[in-house]
């Protein structure tokens, strides 16, 4: 959902209604901006709810500085945890006296009682944020300082950033669908386990590792959806337990872990098969970028879940004909 855009405001205005529209989501900040090519500034702000978490994609024609300290958390006292990547360009990261390059592949976290810490790029470029209080994330606040400088050696990481830029691009379906409070827990649950493994002690390390150890191996399991190989030996050895141990903790979580892999893989091939990007792609290379091997069986499963062969889905101009 559009947010605020520069576009319909006067040249001149521009950096003051973005920094009030700034505040109003984010709390007491500082923001400077650079000129964009035409000596104007552009952006534009992009959310979504998840609850807890409110995610931002704030975009830009030119360099942009984004500053929190101490003082604004008194001029406000709204304590809130970021968890930040550079969706476009190259950016840094700085924490007191931690520096960091912000890219595609780089997550930082923090938040506002951590001292002063800014985010930056030059240039055109974007970011793409998830806000919460940090009452709502429920980890002291000494635990998310200790995680920020180390968050890059964590396991969490990748799927947290797979995860991010998953909810990026369903945007404004995921976010007004009927998942989207389920996707919000999914998103805590990976957030604190992120800030356990770098920053908590042992005793608590274990707790949320044990309380969010399902939420990692979906995460996971979405993020190798495209692999053929991805099996549930596989799954339970990344995460050092028994194959037995993975079907009991799927089953207390009400998953069936073989038909939780399928649907989704059948998900996204049906993604693929709407989107105009994929139009050159035939539907046996889309069945094999989700790990389908095996032509007839991606077929008739499709048929099965959505009520029409993946062709006759495709030349209906990609509406879903039977929701399952």
């Given at each position: 959902?559009l947010?605020?855009?520069?576009g ?7 950096a003051?209604?973005?920094r009030e529209?700034?505040?109003t989501e984010t709390?007491?900040?500082?923001i400077?901006?650079?000129p964009g090519?035409d000596?104007?500034?552009?952006k534009r702000?992009e959310?979504?709810n998840?609850a807890?978490?409110s995610?931002?994609?704030?975009s830009?024609n030119?360099?942009f500085r984004?500053w929190?300290t101490?003082?604004?958390?008194r001029?406000d006292?709204?304590n ?8 476009v ?15 595609t592949r780089?997550l930082i976290?923090?938040n506002k009682?951590?001292g002063?810490?800014e985010i930056n790029?030059?240039g ?10 940090a009452?709502?994330?429920g980890?002291p ?8 400088p180390?968050?890059?050696?964590s ?7 797979h995860h991010?830029?998953?909810l990026r691009?369903?945007g404004d379906a ?10 919000g827990?999914?998103?805590?649950a990976l957030?604190?386990?992120?800030v ?7 005793g608590?390390?274990?707790?949320v590792?044990?309380?969010?150890r399902?939420?990692?191996?979906l995460?996971y399991?979405r ?10 030996a596989r799954i ?10 993975l079907y ?6 009400g998953v069936s872990?073989e038909?939780?892999i ?8 049906r993604?693929?098969?709407?989107a105009?990007?994929?139009t050159h792609?035939t539907?046996d ?5 989700w790990?389908f ?6 077929t ?5 879940a ?5 062709r006759?889905?495709?030349a ?6 039977l929701?399952?």
């Amino acid at each position: 959902m559009l947010l605020f855009d520069t576009g319909s405001i006067a040249p001149a205005d521009r950096a003051d209604a973005y920094r009030e529209a700034t505040v109003t989501e984010t709390g007491s900040c500082a923001i400077d901006h650079e000129p964009g090519p035409d000596g104007h500034i552009s952006k534009r702000i992009e959310t979504w709810n998840f609850a807890p978490f409110s995610m931002y994609l704030n975009s830009g024609n030119s360099g942009f500085r984004y500053w929190q300290t101490a003082r604004h958390l008194r001029q406000d006292s709204w304590n809130t945890v970021s968890i930040i990547s550079q969706a476009v360009g190259q950016g840094s990261f700085i924490w007191n006296d931690h520096q960091q390059t912000m890219t595609t592949r780089d997550l930082i976290i923090t938040n506002k009682s951590a001292g002063y810490w800014e985010i930056n790029w030059t240039g055109p470029g974007a970011t793409l944020c998830l806000l919460a209080d940090a009452g709502q994330v429920g980890l002291p606040d000494r635990i998310v300082h200790a995680a920020v400088p180390h968050v890059l050696r964590s396991p969490v990481t990748p799927l947290l950033l797979h995860h991010m830029h998953g909810l990026r691009q369903g945007g404004d379906a995921l976010a007004s669908g009927p998942g989207a409070d389920e996707l919000g827990q999914a998103t805590l649950a990976l957030v604190r386990a992120l800030v356990a493994s770098v920053g908590a002690p042992e005793g608590m390390r274990r707790e949320v590792a044990d309380e969010t150890r399902l939420t990692r191996i979906l995460a996971y399991i979405r993020a190798h959806l495209a692999d053929p190989d991805l099996t549930p030996a596989r799954i339970a050895a990344v995460h050092n337990i028994s194959l037995r141990s993975l079907y009991r903790l799927c089953e207390s979580g009400g998953v069936s872990l073989e038909q939780w892999i399928i649907r989704r893989r059948l998900e996204g091939a049906r993604r693929d098969l709407s989107a105009p990007e994929h139009t050159h792609r035939t539907i046996d290379a889309i069945a094999r970028s989700w790990g389908f091997t095996n032509a007839s069986h991606f077929t008739r499963r499709f048929r099965a879940a959505f009520g029409a062969s993946p062709r006759t889905f495709r030349a209906a101009g990609a509406r879903p004909i039977l929701e399952a």
